[in-house]
């Protein structure tokens, strides 16, 4: 394996694939001055990057193309470069103009098909559960029992599982808080991985179920069921009798072949390294492509780490109408930030950084990889479905379970989760764990679903992108589970801004 890779010609570093030794002599083909010999000034970590022509304070450190910061110093040929002497370059609010990107990407005729089950409305879900949603916090426990013993006792039956997601909210909330709470539960309520869902409130709360059911909107009668647990002398007899009735309506679901184009896929990755941007999150761009080149829709979110990366996606939006949309989701974004005192730059994390990313630039320019390069259709707010088939955006911070959660509310069947660092969580939908790396691939096989690490070894992105794509049709068959679901981690986290009483 080659020890280091320049990944556009313009690029004034490199990055170590295996650990660069002080004094080592490394080799890159340049493009203006033929082959160069380079020798590391210092020991450089896998995943970190090494200069390959000199810089002065200010100048641009580039990579990927692209300026990820400014140098803090004089950097030399051959030295370290990492938040010790590279910084971000962003600042402020930005002023944004169209200039539109466009990409020509045919469409192919959805031929490829998985075994999925249609619901009344006709959505697609690629699994028949039961779902419990809570209204307020106070009643987790409850709704943890009830999920426990419905599966107790349907255990036999032709369902996928009976799953409950608590969170400490519905209660004491006012505003934006409380309407945040209520459209992302009744977002997910509202999920086709859902064959019946079971709405139990306490009753006192100011998430009442009343009110909760005009936020749902139309939904067949069979499929979702209210219980009040303060007006019942059992809560659990009924809830039990509930699940019982919504699972003889999940038996009216079989899988069936259906097209691609009725998939919607997640974007997201968490515990970033130096090697997302090269490994993982370009093979998730690849696939979103296919998806998209295939009917199908993808959804990419994780809004502050798209700063630095932002005109990317602006420029491919697909008429100025999403442009404005795309410019008023970033910067409402950086107005949240400053309306709480907060650096909006304040990025990226301490693991990040050990695994060799210094700046938000560089993070975002890696993160964005992972919507490929179709053109940008639509935009949705925090806990809004998406209804446009091809690459959406969604409102959410980059919290990995935040914005999982988002995705999964926004209709996403799966989530295609990059990192480098490695997470046991997962969402309410199947959350495939992609390594940027084959080290964490092989270290944490329980958490692990796909091994991106493989495009430093030999193996194509051609190869690997139908691969993952195959998984993806066998996972949304009900031929394959992720470890995510193996193992029971399924959690939901909700946004919260406001003030609680």
């Known amino acids: 394996m ?6 556009h010609a313009d690029d004034n570093v490199v990055v170590s694939l295996a650990g660069i030794r002080k004094g080592q002599v490394l080799e890159i083909q340049s493009r203006d001055k033929g082959l160069l010999q380079i020798k590391a000034g210092e020991d450089i970590g896998k995943g970190h990057k090494m200069l390959i022509r000199p810089v002065q304070p200010e100048d641009d450190i580039i990579k990927f193309g692209y300026s990820i910061g400014k140098a803090k110093e004089n950097i030399d040929v051959g030295e370290w470069v990492h938040t010790h002497n590279l910084q971000s370059g962003l600042e402020g609010i930005l002023n944004y103009s169209y200039q ?3 990409p020509t990407m045919e469409t192919e005729n959805p031929v490829q098909t998985f075994q999925g089950y249609i619901r009344e409305n006709g959505e697609a879900g690629i699994r028949n559960e039961i779902w419990i949603i809570n209204t307020v916090g106070c009643i987790n426990k409850t709704c943890e029992v009830l999920a426990k013993m419905g599966n107790e006792q349907y255990k036999d039956r032709p369902i996928d599982g009976i799953h409950h997601f608590p969170h400490p909210y519905g209660c004491s909330q006012l505003g934006d808080d409380l309407s945040h709470t209520q459209k992302l539960l009744a977002a997910l309520a509202q999920h086709p991985n859902a064959a019946g869902v079971l709405i139990v409130g306490l009753g006192c709360e100011n998430n009442q179920i009343e009110a909760f059911k005009q936020v749902i909107g139309d939904y067949p009668p069979n499929r979702i069921k209210f219980l009040k647990a303060q007006e019942v002398n059992d809560e659990l007899e009924m809830g039990l009798r509930l699940i019982g009735e919504l ?5 009216g679901f079989h899988r069936v072949p259906v097209p691609v184009s009725k998939l919607k896929i997640g974007l997201k990755c968490g515990g970033s390294d130096g090697f997302s941007g090269i490994t993982a999150n370009p093979l998730v761009g690849a696939v979103s492509d296919l998806i998209v080149e295939n009917g199908g829709t993808t959804i990419l979110t994780e809004v502050p780490e798209m700063f630095g990366a932002e005109t990317i996606l602006m420029n491919r939006a697909k008429d100025e109408e999403t442009f404005q949309k795309i410019v008023n989701l970033i910067n409402d974004f950086k107005q949240y930030f400053m309306r709480h005192d907060q650096e909006i730059y304040e990025n990226p994390s301490p693991g990040n950084k050990e695994g060799g990313i210094s700046t938000l630039e560089e993070k975002s320019l890696g993160c964005t990889q992972k919507g ?16 446009k088939p091809g690459l959406n955006l969604i409102n959410s911070p980059g919290n990995d379970l935040v914005s999982v959660t988002a995705l999964a509310a926004a209709g996403a069947h799966i989530v295609l989760f990059t990192t480098g660092r490695g997470t046991p969580f997962g969402g309410p939908v199947p959350t495939v764990k992609i390594a940027t790396n084959t080290e964490l691939a092989n270290r944490k096989k329980h958490w ?8 430093m070894e030999g193996h194509s992105m051609n190869e690997l992108k139908e691969g993952l794509f195959q998984f993806i049709l066998a996972l949304s068959s009900g031929r394959k589970e992720t470890n995510n679901e193996k193992f029971g981690y399924r959690e939901i986290s909700i946004f919260k801004e406001g003030v609680i009483l």
């Open 2 to 7: 080659d020890k280091i890779v320049q990944l």
């Open 100 to 102: 539109p990107s466009i």
């Open 372 to 387: 490929g390069h179709a053109s940008v259709v639509d935009v949705s707010a925090y806990g809004e479905r998406v209804v």
């Open 247 to 251: 699972v003889e309506y999940a038996e």
């Open 448 to 455: 692990i679903d796909y091994n991106a690490g493989q495009l």
